[in-house]
């Protein structure tokens, strides 16, 4: 079965993605919510020996000095878990030249959020960074609830295509609800120790990183960044006009020469440095999903690679990449 998310917006496109998740993801990521980011919970568990990476604040400082080795107490997962998807919905994300766009990665990332932790009582709510403003989904239950903000998701208008009317298109629309804004309001809405996951491209301006560290202060949390292969590197073809969705500018560059490729290419890999800086500093799990890649494979060795960084056999600086 394919692992790309279709293009339509049915509700049999949605199904499919279900059966897809959790034919492919389910059996592998066994644990509950614990699959996407292990050790999540409220109630003290099992002590074991501090790993490179682990939370502090965690400690076992009584084992700890029994042992004379640090220690640290595991949690046992909680029996309903609150699950926050925070979505950017931005015009950004209405771009892809691969298999899909971006904006069907974060609908991907937020099924597969969804799918593996509403189960049990658990609960899944949302905040939408949508053209106009934030929306929010109140947190629910059950499978119904996963599949209808997934219609909400898949149904967001998608900026129009750029033209002479693009300013006055994007001033009647009103500004885009910014990740700093959506991240300002989650800590009111998620009152309860739970799962906070952000899927974004990362892009907007300076401020969020922060608020994020904030949020990972009580929550669990997991970045998933979508990407498209084109924000890294430009292919030779002659004369190209870029557009940006967010303002409606536009402007020609000339591809075939090398000096204007590399200089882009270096100014993309310092961008995306800096947003995985952002997120080290934060201390959050970051996840890639890439528009030429298989999304479903990624969660499997991002899961794979953050089990191993839990029994010490990879770096902590292997999962922020």
Same mark, same amino acid.
């Given at each position: ?39 999540? &919970?409220?109630?003290?568990? +099992? &002590? ?7 939370? @502090? ?66 609960? =899944? ?94 929550? +669990? ?5 979508? =990407? ?23 402007? +020609? ?20 440095? +800096? ?8 201390? @959050? ?37």
């Amino acid at each position: 079965m394919s692992a790309r998310p279709g293009l339509a917006r049915g509700q049999a496109a949605l199904r499919h993605l279900e059966l897809t998740i959790t034919r492919r993801l389910d059996g592998l990521l066994q644990g509950d919510h614990q699959g996407l980011v292990p050790g999540s &919970g409220s109630d003290p568990g +099992e &002590g074991r020996v501090y790993q490179p990476g682990d939370d @502090v604040r965690r400690m076992d400082w009584n084992l700890t000095a029994r042992t004379t080795v640090a220690h640290v107490r595991e949690t046992i997962a909680d029996r309903e878990l609150e699950t926050w998807v925070v979505v950017d919905q931005s015009a950004s994300l209405d771009f892809g030249t691969a298999a899909c766009e971006k904006r069907d990665l974060a609908l991907a990332a937020t099924a597969a959020v969804g799918f593996l932790t509403a189960r049990a009582g658990n609960r =899944l709510g949302a905040l939408l960074l949508r053209p106009g403003g934030l929306v929010t989904v109140p947190p629910r239950s059950g499978r119904d609830s996963v599949m209808a903000l997934l219609q909400r998701v898949a149904t967001t208008p998608r900026a129009h295509t750029p033209g002479p009317s693009t300013a006055k298109r994007l001033a009647e629309r009103g500004p885009t609800a910014d990740l700093s804004t959506a991240l300002r309001a989650v800590g009111p809405l998620a009152r309860r120790r739970g799962l906070v996951v952000v899927i974004s491209d990362f892009l907007d301006p300076a401020g969020w990183e922060r608020l994020l560290r904030s949020v990972r202060g009580r929550h +669990e949390v997991l970045a998933v960044e979508v =990407l498209d292969p084109r924000e890294l590197e430009l292919p030779p073809v002659g004369l190209l006009t870029l557009v940006d969705p967010e303002t409606g500018r536009r402007i +020609e560059v000339q591809t075939a020469r090398n000096q204007v490729r590399r200089r882009y290419a270096e100014a993309a890999a310092g961008q995306r440095a +800096e947003i995985a800086r952002a997120l080290r500093s934060a201390a @959050v799990p970051h996840l890639t999903l890439r528009t030429d890649r298989d999304w479903l494979l990624d969660i499997v060795r991002f899961v794979a690679l953050r089990r191993r960084l839990r029994t010490g056999l990879v770096a902590p600086q292997a999962v922020h990449r």
